[in-house]
Nanobody
Framework: VQLQASGGGLVQSGGSLGLSCAAS????????MDWYRQAPGKQRELVAT???????NYTDSVKGRFTISRDNAKNTVSLQMNVLKPEDTAVYYC?????????WGQGTQVTVSS
């Protein structure tokens, strides 16, 4: 499974950004898809998960602001980020889980200026 992330960039506090991640390769049997982020000097953290059936889960700090979605026909997962805060600044990574393995996309930088 190959994952290609796009989106990200620089935005002012309170603004919005969208991330997208396209899966290719052996994409059948992909179950959960996730977005993680890693801020400088911090561990990578799970931001949001969406199951194959469409159930979602978010870390507390982004609930009500971020929305994860997936398009199974296009094999993409997206993350809409609203009301962004400086503490959301990080490299964001998409992830897909399939048959016991976890696959990662390349990171995309999100920077929120105050």
């Amino acid at each position: 499974v190959q994952l290609q992330a796009s989106g990200g960039g620089l935005v002012q506090s309170g603004g919005s950004l969208g991330l997208s991640c396209a899966a290719s390769g052996s994409i059948f049997s992909i179950n959960d898809m996730d977005w993680y982020r890693q801020a400088p000097g911090k561990q990578r953290e799970l931001v949001a998960t969406i199951t194959g059936g469409g159930s979602t889960n978010y870390t507390d700090s982004v609930k009500g602001r971020f929305t994860i979605s997936r398009d199974n026909a296009k094999n993409t997962v997206s993350l809409q980020m609203n009301v962004l805060k400086p503490e959301d600044t990080a490299v964001y990574y998409c992830s897909a889980r399939r048959l016991g393995f976890q696959y990662w996309g390349q990171g995309t930088q999100v920077t929120v200026s105050s």
